[in-house]
C-alpha cells in the first residue's frame, strides 16, 4: 500500500538507493528533506519511508481535495461515523512469523538521547468487552528482542489496560504499521469511548474513494486490510523505563514508568515498507494537529457564526500555536474567538485571530495583520497560570500563561484598515 502511495508522489519523492543506518541516519535524511517523501532501499534489508505525509496539500492531493477543504473533511468524519467492511482476507495474511526480533526490523534509533529504538507510526487496537474497538497511537521503546514498553497517556486505551491490569491481567492488542493516511489521521481523533476510530477512517474513506474502510478479523480484533506490518501483542500489568523521548516540541520528554508490551507475532505484506514517523518532524506535525483543528473550528463556530478557517502552525509544532480567520459581525468577536480556540483545543498556548482577507497558511500575511491591525493594550488577551500542554518545556506542571492577539480591524474604521490591491 505504501508503495503505491509513494508512487502517486514520484514527482516529490527522494529515494535513497545506498544503505542506511537505523540509528541516526535516518534522523539526519528526513531532516534535510523535511517536506519531502524519503525513501530509504536498505536499512538492515528493509525498506523504509518517512516524511510522507509533510504537508498539508500532499495529504489534500491523496484524498481528492483542496488543502482548506481538509478541516471539513476531517471533521465530518468525526462527526459522521460509517460501519467498516469486513474482508475475508488481507496482503500482509501472506508472511506471518514467531521467529523475529525487534532489534533487527528497521525501528529506528532518532536521536542521540533517546532511550533505544522507537515504533512511532504505531497504532494500537483493542477491543473491550463490550465490543468498542479502540485505534491509537502509542511510542513504543525497544527492550529487547520481542519486548518494548509503551507510552499510555490516561486516555482510552490506558482506561482499557488499567481494567485488566488491575485484575492482573494482559491487555490484547494488534499493533500496526504503514497505513493510508485517512487511517492515520482518524487514529489521531478524540471521539467519546464508544465510538471507534475505524468508523471514522471508514467515513474519510467513503468520502475520499466512495467506499468503506475494510478489516479482517485477527483472532478476535479487526486490523485494516491495507496495513503494511502487523503485529499481535499483549500489554502486561508490569511496568519499566521509558524514555526519554523527542516529542513533538523537540525537546526531550522525561522518562517514566509505563507498561512493557510483548510482541509474539509478526505480519507483514509483500516486499513490506516500514513507516518511519520522526518525532518532532513536519509529518508528526499534521498528523497530530490537523484533527485538532476541526474541534478549534466548532468550538469558536458557537460565538462567531462566521468562521473561515483555522490553522495550527508549523512553527507552533502545530499543537501550541494556532490561527483563526473570521468575519466580526461584532466589536469584541475578535476576543470571544480567541477565548473559544482556548476552549476548544486546551492545548492552545497562543491564536491569532484575523479577518477573512488574511491568508491563514501565510506566516508573512498574518504577521502584517498583527503589524498593522493590533495595539497591545487593547488587543491582546492573557491568561495567566491556565492549565496548559504537558508538551511545553516551558510550562511547570502542565500549567502556562496563554495568550491571544486580535489583529482584526474594527467595525467602526475599516476603510482606514483597508490594503491597497490592484
Known sequence: MIQEILNQFHDELIIVEKPVSKKFEITSYLLQHKTKPVLFKDVDGWEVAGNIWSTRERIARYLGIKREEL????????????????????????????????????????????????????????????????????????????????RLVPRHLYAMWKDKAEHSEELDVRIIVGNPIHILLAAATSPPYGVSELSIASSMSEIAFGKPLE??????????????????????????????????TGTYDIVREQPVVVFEKMYHVENPIFHALLSSGYEHYMLMGLPKEPQIYKSVK????????????????????????????????????????????????????VDEDINIYDDKEIEWAVATRFQADKDLVVIPNARGSSLDPSGEKGFTAKWGIDATKPLGKKEEFERARL
Not at 526480533?101 to 528497521?106: G, W
Not at 499543537?319 to 483545543?345: C, E, M, P, R
Open 71 to 150: 478541516i471539513h473533511f476531517i471533521m465530518e468524519a468525526i462527526e459522521n461515523p460509517r460501519p467498516y467492511k469486513e474482508a475475508k482476507t488481507a496482503e500482509f495474511f501472506k508472511n506471518s512469523t514467531k521467529d523475529f526480533s525487534l532489534k533487527e526490523l528497521p525501528v529506528p534509533h532518532y536521536f542521540p538521547k533517546d532511550g533505544g529504538q522507537y515504533f512511532t507510526s504505531a497504532i494500537y487496537i483493542a477491543k473491550d468487552e463490550n465490543g468498542f474497538v479502540n485505534l491509537s497511537y502509542h511510542r513504543t521503546m525497544v527492550r529487547d528482542e520481542k519486548t518494548g514498553t509503551v
Open 302 to 353: 458557537q460565538v462567531v457564526p462566521k468562521v473561515h478557517g483555522v490553522r495550527l502552525t508549523e512553527g507552533g509544532c502545530m499543537w501550541l500555536h494556532a490561527v483563526v480567520s473570521i468575519t466580526k459581525q461584532h466589536d469584541g468577536d475578535g476576543k470571544n474567538a480567541i477565548l473559544a480556540a482556548f476552549s476548544g483545543h486546551p492545548s492552545l498556548k497562543y491564536v491569532v485571530v
Open 215 to 248: 478489516v479482517v478479523d485477527l483472532n478476535g480484533i479487526p486490523v485494516p486490510v491495507e496495513s503494511e506490518f502487523v503485529f499481535e501483542a499483549k500489554i502486561l500489568p508490569e511496568l519499566d523505563k521509558e524514555g526519554p523521548f523527542v516529542d513533538i
